[in-house]
């Protein structure tokens, strides 16, 4: 199947730093990338649809200028979190969609795990 | 807008059949119903999709009735390894982009 990358796998930084995440498909482009939290012992929480070349759209609820997120080119997506607090450390994790229909063909990163000191 | 609803846990012993359902009581014509699968720390892995009737692959089995309302994803023969957490997922169209939103899931624990 298809294949989306998520870089770092980890990461800890400071309090008030901003951490970027990025998301790559790496066999095929993806018009539309999606990004998740995931807290511990919870589900995935969708935070916003990233399409390339335009806005992402945010989730209600989800600070758009808190997570930044750019989809420059059909392979890559990334999602910066700026001045990044304790409660921001969570399992985010990305996905992207080869095909038009609603929920085919999703495949999703490995996930990368913020811890915020 | 849909949503789905499962079961929140589940217990099961290697070798035994594992069936768990989900109820999607708005799903909308033209949505498919996936399932995935999530280990800790790792992102959700794609299981089966279908769309209606019955669908199997290399490991796992979809029975969807003719109403759509639900769906059954069938595990044969369990191991230790199919410990994860299973999601049931419908797609959601809103203003022309098309996601999906996750629910609970459902924990299942395989024991020897």
């Known amino acids: 199947g298809a294949v989306v990358s998520q870089h770092p796998s980890w990461v800890i930084c400071k309090s008030g730093t901003s951490v970027k995440i990025e998301c790559r498909s790496l066999?095929?482009?993806?018009?539309?990338m999606f990004w998740y939290r995931q807290f511990p012992k919870q589900s995935l929480m969708l935070m916003a649809t990233?399409?390339?070349?335009?806005?992402?759209?945010?989730e209600q609820g989800v600070e758009k200028d808190k997570f930044l997120i750019n989809h420059a080119s059909l392979t890559l997506s990334t999602l910066t979190v700026t001045s990044a607090h304790p409660e921001d450390s969570s399992f985010y994790i990305c996905?992207?969609?080869?095909?038009?229909?609603?929920?085919?063909?999703?495949?999703f990163g490995e996930g990368s795990r913020l811890t915020v000191l | 807008l849909a949503k789905t609803t499962q079961p929140i846990s589940m217990d099961s012993y290697e070798g035994q059949e594992v069936n768990i359902t989900c109820s999607h009581n708005?799903?909308?014509?033209?949505?498919?119903i996936t399932w995935y699968q999530q280990f800790p720390s790792q992102g959700p892995r794609f299981i089966i999709q279908?769309?209606?009737t019955k669908v199997t692959n290399e490991v796992a089995s979809l029975f969807i009735p003719a109403d759509r309302k639900s769906s059954t994803l069938s595990l044969p023969r369990v191991s230790l390894s199919d410990t994860a957490v299973y999601y049931c997922?419908?797609?959601?169209?809103?203003?022309?982009?098309?996601?999906?939103?996750f629910g609970t899931g459902t924990r299942l624990l395989v024991s020897p």
């Open positions: 996905s992207a969609r080869t095909g038009a229909r609603s929920t085919g063909e999703l495949f």
């Open positions: 066999d095929f482009q993806a018009t539309t």
């Open positions: 990233s399409n390339e070349g335009s806005k992402a759209t945010y």
């Open positions: 708005n799903i909308a014509t033209n949505d498919y």
């Open positions: 279908g769309y209606k």
């Open positions: 997922l419908v797609g959601e169209e809103n203003t022309g982009f098309q996601k999906l939103v």
